[in-house]
């Protein structure tokens, strides 16, 4: 008899999970056996990563009514007003334990070595003099103070700039008629270093932030009037819009007119500098619309994500991990770079950042050089800054090859900069497009046509992350490169579909979403429990960033209660509970957080011995099975198939330092151990062979006999 729980007995909720997947990332900042610099960098990462939880999810939950459901999505009932509560306290008590580690721990460790933040008062002789030149020639002609009173009202605040709000007081008689008492504001300028550097003395670097030197001189600023009293805040806004593009006309003005609107998104989230006066306070919150729940007084400064300069600076081997060497394999050293050869020899799998992503800059770039290339078709997401796939591209097309670029205009935050490489492309002669209405293209295919001296090729190079070779020295990924023939016919049509709403009679190899890639997991799964009721071998092994959909997760319970062993590697958001009694007895979850961002999608299923493999741009979330549009392909290459299961994923299955196991509650527990498989997979690609495997797991007694209705009551 399987047990009737309650939705929230069965679901985690989805903020809240993403919520503990942050709690992960400050735990690296936590952890003393990292290098201080690295310490630093993780509490940075907490910090934009927080930046958007406020601006996107926190938003619109905000948008909602505060007694429905939060997500249905999820399977998770909690209202929106009961989420909302537990992200203010947790969030309280992470932000408060990271200005804890910052102040206490890491700040003082970096001070031993030569690094160290003062405070600009405190700054005395010839280096104060040399930052009272510096303030007068490059900050205080940026600077504009505001004073606040009926005939100067309150300025509008921006997304996430820095401000600092002073008491003001005059100091006597003014000609100006000005009020004796009002509250100052003055912007602290986003485009000048947010840390000074104090003039070297013995060799150390010494810095005091921007808005502290500022503060040193607000009566300069304020002059007539005395500045006691004076705080640091900083305002969140919603940053998220939603796009009618079935109306709209020309979608690059209609985003530029939504991103124009992010200015004004309402009130999310107020950080303000801890022990301000009651009195300044009062001042200054009146001004916001926000709950007691929604302002967070801190130790300063505030945003920690402007550390990430520090982490950047010169020297100081001892305070960082050593930068990784992607490694370019044997193979490819063997075909003397020539790719389109070396492609047809055989599939060739990249895994970044272990293999360098210059292997797939390479292989635009040939196309773009390459007489024998008649097309090249892309899609971009992300492409980052100085793109160099976007310089090939635009050569490509000035030689007067076909070039047909799918741009992402709706890729969150990246908005302006693909607008400016699709500027960069159409004058270059591609052709350029922007998807599908109503969906975002995420997906990751780039489709090279060659002239061989056989017959007309496509080559094609299929991947789980971006064509960002800044993000692919950090996130781990999975690229193929292949001239198979069924591929290449299915990566046609997918750009057919895109750019011309062509609609396939089938997909031949690869899964696409919005078009039943959520109905083909949910079946792969279902074969899987099959398999194990009839005695054959089965087991499924995920590794993906998020799983939040109810069906998948009902499916994932429905296998588990018919013995399938089940192992899920999810970086970061997972609704589904393990280990519940009756329902997911044979799942375990667990998440990797450490010097690499697990970013790879890669899903095997066991399949009564004949082993399926498959690499994904899709995560296991509603808003990518039904609002983009995604492939999953296989992977049918022996020798590729047994790396990643024998090598890649195994090593996720058996780390135990950067690891942490989801318990049925939500938390999170981190064994102890010394298999690092960020370590272990940087030595093979380095040439060292690996000396493990898959670990096994076995088969679980049957809960449920074959002819039992596949889906029960309670799931």
Known sequence: MVPRMQHNELFLNRELSWLEFNARVLEEAQDKRRPLLERLKFLAIFSSNLD??????????????????????????????????????????????????????????????????VRAADVEGE???????????????????????????FPHIQNQQLYLAAMLKSKGRNPLRAPRTCLGIVPVPALLPRFVRVPPEGGMDHFVTLEDLIGLHLETLFGGFEAKEWTVFRLTRDQDFELAEQDSEDLVKQIQSELAKRRRGQEVRLEVGRGAWDRLKESLFKWFDLEPADIYELDEPLNLSAFWSWVALPGYTSLREAPPTPQISERIRAHKGDLFSLIRAGDLLLHHPYESFDTVVEFIEQAAADPNVLALKQTLYRAGR???????????????????????????????????????????????????????????????????????????????????????????????????????????????????????????????????LREWVIEMIDREREHCLAGRPARIVAKLNALVDSGVIRALYRASRAGVPIDLIVRGICCLRPGLPGHSETIRVRSIVGRYLEHSRIFCFENGGGREVFVSSADWMPRNFDRRVEIVFPIEDERLKTRIVDEILAAALLDNVNVRLLARDGTHERPQGGFNCHEVLEQIAGGSRASFSLPPRETQPQRMPAAAPSAPAAP
């Open 127 to 153: 280096a104060a003099a040399a930052l009272e030149r510096y303030f007068a020639r490059q900050i205080q002609p940026v600077l504009t103070p505001m004073a606040i009173d009926p005939a100067h009202p």
């Open 52 to 117: 958007e939880f406020f601006m996107i999810r926190v938003a619109g939950l905000k948008q909602r009514d505060p007694n429905e459901v939060s997500s249905s999505e999820s399977g998770d009932q909690s209202t929106t007003a009961q989420v909302l509560a537990a992200i203010s306290a947790r969030a309280h008590e992470l932000v408060n334990e990271q200005h804890r580690v910052l102040r206490q721990e890491v700040l003082p460790g970096l001070e031993a070595e030569g690094i160290k933040l």
């Open 386 to 516: 100085n793109s160099p796939i976007v310089a090939a591209l635009a050569r490509a097309a000035e030689r007067d090859k076909q070039v047909t670029v799918l741009i992402e205009l709706k890729a969150r935050f990246d908005e302006e900069a693909n607008i400016e490489w699709a500027r960069t492309l159409e004058r270059a002669g591609a052709h350029v497009v922007y998807g599908l209405p109503g969906l975002k293209t995420h997906c990751k295919v780039s489709t090279i046509v060659r002239r061989d001296s056989d017959r007309l090729r496509r080559y094609v190079h299929l991947s789980s992350g971006n064509y960002n070779p800044a993000t692919a020295r950090i996130y781990t990924d999975i690229g193929l490169m292949t001239c198979d023939e069924v591929l290449g016919e299915d990566a046609a049509a997918l750009f057919d579909m895109m750019t011309g709403y062509v609609q396939p009679l089938r997909w031949n190899k690869m899964r696409v979403a919005p078009n039943g």
